[in-house]
């Protein structure tokens, strides 16, 4: 599943880079060459980073 569109990144790209090091979601984004865009994914990501992955965070996304 995608968590931001804008760019393509999805929930393995940002567990991914969570493992890497990442501890911020311009840092997850920066890590497959990307950045901000409209920034609705930010939130998500963060919780991602906060809960020690996307496996474990609670999807913000109404429908999957």
């Known amino acids: 599943m995608y968590v931001c ?3 393509g990144v999805t929930r393995a790209e940002v567990d991914e880079a969570i493992t890497a090091g990442a ?3 311009e840092q997850v ?3 497959h060459g990307c950045e901000p865009c409209c ?3 930010l ?3 963060a ?3 906060t809960c020690g ?3 474990k965070a609670r999807s913000l996304v ?3």
């Open 5 to 7: 569109n804008c760019n």
């Open 47 to 49: 919780e991602g980073i």
């Open 39 to 41: 920034g609705q994914c």
């Open 43 to 45: 939130p998500e990501i």
């Open 23 to 25: 501890l911020a979601p």
């Open 62 to 64: 109404a429908a999957e």
């Open 53 to 55: 992955g996307m496996g």
């Open 29 to 31: 984004l920066a890590h």
